[in-house]
DNA sequence: CGCGAGCTTGACGTTGTTCAACTAGAGTGG
DNA sequence: CCACTCTAGTTGAACAACGTCAAGCTCGCG
């Protein structure tokens, strides 16, 4: 489950934007308290159905974020990079994780534990209302995650998936996938083996090129229109 | 849209919890800003991608939420019986609602402006963290949902909402349906055929009874069981 | 060199949608 | 009071999308 690092809250360069909203002692008090950690490729951060207790902030690497099913496959709906923290709904419902949370990436996290932040919370009107405002945009971004799922047929859930690699997770129309196969699929909600198929037609087509794991975004207009239409 | 009403929310009774957290002066400052209206079966009380304003109180009545598709069917994520609000995630991102509130049965409820929501959360924390848990709540009901839709079978999905039907909406094992096949499809994500013939199945295994909209769960432990596995 | 994990491909089967036709009941106007 | 229409519900047959299964491939690593 990774090791300590040594790390400093003021200093910090990877820092998620809602903890600009605290004073220099509530800085202090988290900064006091929190514990950094390293984290492997594939080593788990927390695991759907357990208590929760900790805020992760994400630091470094590259984190995703799934919903686990028996007997089926896994749903990725998220992948965080540094600067964002994983939300936990279930912190304020019932003390349990309500999704799994695996490194992609060698990454490193800082925890900080949850009643500290509901005490910041409730003495900084200004932190809770970014804290609320995340925990939205949390919510907003499952409502896109299930329209796409139930509306949009393989082609369109990979062309959105592709997308969102490009502009949120590698920030770049090319870039080397981190992710297997396997985890495109878990992104998109459908198989290992239909997820390759795809992106095989994606390729003949030359929407992208593909060659092992380099992947180029060859004809974005038509992506974006694969992803409003099919 | 809807007809005036005259209501107050000190001795209201399907006043929803959230305001319990408020003092008198605060609950008065509601009381004299809010809106009570009267909404008949299948009005809109407000439409994905519009500006949001107001949050809604039910009072009365059944409402749907659902998000809309282009040429698709819509799907419906929650039904709101009184007591309950219509949570706008959307108020505190972009200020757009990202999805559409009918009327399913004669309704009434009550609009606070959101502006006056965000002031008492900033003078009462209490009230705060409420507001906080319940849009919690949302998101952790919203991380079940896709679960159900990605992970199980129309059998599956269908026997989930007659569940959901029995015990959050109707409250009991018998009830007379008061919303269409069509609303039954769009609560399970499938076509309206596919509820029609997965209900003829429950009734042929006599696992349901269903004579028009009257339905009534005799087997209730297959039912759970169908959901959970299948 | 050989092993194993992840990747790729093809053949096949299942699930659930689509389409079209038919039925029943409620509301309307002659 | 009876056609007429309109909507919601129902059913069957054909089809498409996607998953399953099984086999083979590739590449890094011991």
Redesign the pocket.
Same mark, same amino acid.
Not at 152 to 157: A, F, N, S
Not at 179 to 185: M, T, Y
Not at 189 to 200: C, H, Q
């Given at each position: 489950m990774g090791k300590l690092l040594k790390t400093n809250c003021f200093a910090c360069r990877s820092r998620s934007d809602i903890f600009n909203t605290l004073n220099d002692d509530q800085l202090q008090r988290i900064d006091c308290e929190k514990v950094s950690i390293y984290y492997k490729p594939?080593e788990v951060i927390f695991k759907q159905g357990t208590p929760c207790h900790s805020l992760v902030c994400i630091t470094s690497g590259l984190v995703k974020s799934y919903i686990e099913h028996e007997n089926?496959?896994d749903l990725i709906f998220s992948l965080t990079r540094p600067s964002n923290y994983l939300l936990m709904p279930g912190a304020f419902v019932d003390q349990r994780h309500h999704y799994s949370a695996v490194a992609v990436e060698e990454t490193t996290a800082c925890l900080f534990n949850i009643d500290i932040i509901v005490e910041l919370m409730k003495a900084n009107v200004s932190f809770a209302s970014e804290f609320l405002r995340k925990a939205s945009l949390q919510t907003v971004n499952l409502f896109h995650k299930i329209s796409g799922l139930t509306q #949009?047929? =393989?082609?369109? $859930?990979m062309a959105d998936t592709i997308l969102y690699l490009a502009s949120s997770v590698y920030n770049n129309k090319a870039f080397e996938?981190t =992710?297997? $196969?396997? @985890?495109?699929?878990d992104l998109s909600?459908?198989? #290992? @083996?239909?997820? =390759?198929?795809?992106? #095989?037609k994606f390729k003949d087509e030359e929407i992208i090129s593909?060659n092992?794991?380099y992947l180029e975004i060859l004809n974005q207009s038509m992506l974006e229109s694969i992803n409003k239409n099919g």
């Open positions: 594939g089926s496959n #949009k047929h =393989i082609y369109g $859930r996938l =992710i297997s $196969r396997q @985890e495109l699929a909600g459908m198989t #290992k @083996e239909s997820a =390759i198929r795809v992106l #095989k593909l092992g794991n």
